[in-house]
């Protein structure tokens, strides 16, 4: 049976067991961490103390969903999977190989029996210092070496289809850290190799520097070029101090709701006519519930309203539910900064203008009345003059800065066509939402119920 240790920071949180032979996942906090002020469940699908009622496989389901949650996706989870000599689904082999630098507070080690529960452990840190050059090089030279790979070792285990490394960064000089007491501070995420998709670090920049600037709290962002451009993401679950990286626990919407990654849509299974009525995956509704564990749950719960208006407006049809992040203590659930932010449409790649989540029933804008704004309203438990309210004030302010948004994004690199589709896309999309805002708050719960 493989064991391994699961630490926040330097402290065991418990150990991560897996039999091979039944194909079972367990999961069994440390005695100390139990005992500790600062102990908090991984997720609200792992509670610190395990029910009774459900069995070893259902435990086993919400352990390896838990932790699939933490890998990439797509091509990189390949390259990590190749790189570690294993399969990409083997969990325990890929948790040993890049679960030393996950999303969130966790890391994870093979346990060889040589550290006591409760004991705590500092692996030294070591930097490899990355160069604007050698990320240049690296960025070229990916259709022969995938970008997630350097010096033999997989530097990514961020949940995400997207190319990206996660690096410290101090002084303005990039670090590929390896230890305990230091973690990466940012994620270095460079254009795809798609040709259609070059605009794609300019527009992301874009989105999340307009929800910083009307008021929304969104990861900061920078755009850089080395020279290709590249976007740097300032990473919320990471405190720097002097001489240490503080790790913060966070959950992304499927590690909250117990769910699988390919439930990160609400149409898990697709959209085509005969399987779109099974709406299984993350929906907006559920990510609201989820909100009840909240210790301010109208503080957040607003919160994340904004965010999902904010998504209509910026056209982001691929907010999904890996897109939404929770801080967790034991205290409950706090909604995390935004982050993953793109005008799909503005890309001009042949997407989906499908919704990964649904605004009441609609899936598309053409769909989204006031009808079904206020029937999100209903869904959401949300009353429907503050989705009125939210709507109109985002909206506005959104049209308010649109202009010294695009000039400052010029300064800084974005070429002019590309901020000016950006612009002219969201202005219309804004536009078109205030024409629904005096009809939303003129519905009653009686017309839904």
Request: aromatic share 8%.
């Amino acid at each position: 049976m493989a064991t391994l240790n699961v630490w926040a920071g330097n402290e065991l949180v418990g150990l991560l067991g897996h039999d091979p032979q039944a194909n079972r996942f367990s999961f069994d906090y440390a005695a100390s961490w139990l005992e500790s002020r600062s102990a908090f469940p991984l997720s609200p699908q792992l509670p610190l103390r395990r029910s009774s009622a459900g069995t070893a496989e259902q435990h086993s389901a919400q352990v390896r969903q838990f932790f699939e949650n933490l890998l990439p996706e797509g091509e990189a989870l390949d390259h990590a999977a190749q790189a570690a000599g294993t399969t990409r689904s083997n969990l325990v082999g890929l948790l040993i190989a890049i679960g030393k630098e996950t999303a969130g507070a966790l890391r994870v080690t093979l346990s060889d029996g040589a550290v006591a529960p409760g004991v705590t452990t500092h692996a030294p840190d070591s930097l490899r210092r990355i160069t604007p050059r050698q990320l240049s090089q690296r960025i070229r030279d990916r259709e022969n070496r995938p970008f997630s790979v350097w010096d033999g070792k997989v530097r990514l285990s961020i949940a995400g289809y997207q190319d990206k490394i996660a690096v410290y960064e101090r002084e303005g000089k990039w670090y590929l850290v390896e230890g305990s007491k230091l973690a990466s501070t940012v994620i270095v995420k460079p254009a795809p190799m798609r040709k259609q998709l070059a605009s794609l670090p300019a527009n992301e920049h874009m989105c999340m520097q307009l929800a910083r600037r009307i008021g929304l709290e969104a990861a900061d962002t920078r755009l850089v070029h080395v020279p290709e451009p590249v976007l740097l993401v300032r990473r919320f679950d990471r405190i720097e101090h002097e001489d240490e990286v503080t790790r913060v626990h966070i959950v992304d919407g499927c590690q909250a709701l117990g769910l699988a990654v390919p439930m990160k849509y609400e149409r898990a299974y697709g959209d085509a006519r005969d399987v779109a009525h099974l709406r299984e995956g993350v929906s907006l509704p559920r990510l609201f519930g989820v909100l009840e564990q909240s210790p301010v749950p109208a503080v957040d719960k607003r919160k994340l309203l904004q965010w999902a208006i904010f998504q209509v407006l910026i056209g982001n049809t691929d907010a999904h539910g890996k897109n939404v992040s929770f801080y967790c203590d034991g205290n409950g659930l706090r909604l995390a900064p935004a982050y993953d932010m793109v005008c799909m449409s503005a890309l001009d790649a042949g997407f989906p203008d499908t919704y990964a989540m649904a605004i009441g029933d609609a899936f598309t804008e053409n769909e989204l009345s006031p009808f079904e704004w206020a029937h999100f309203a209903y869904l959401c438990k949300l009353p429907f003059r503050l989705v009125a309210r939210e709507l109109d004030g985002l909206a506005t302010k959104v049209l308010a800065v649109m202009d010294g948004l695009a000039a400052d994004m010029n300064e800084q690199g974005v070429p002019a066509p590309v901020a000016k589709r950006f612009q002219k896309l969201i202005r219309g999309t804004c536009t078109r939402q205030l024409e629904h805002v005096q009809q939303i708050a003129r519905f009653k719960q009686a017309d839904f119920a």
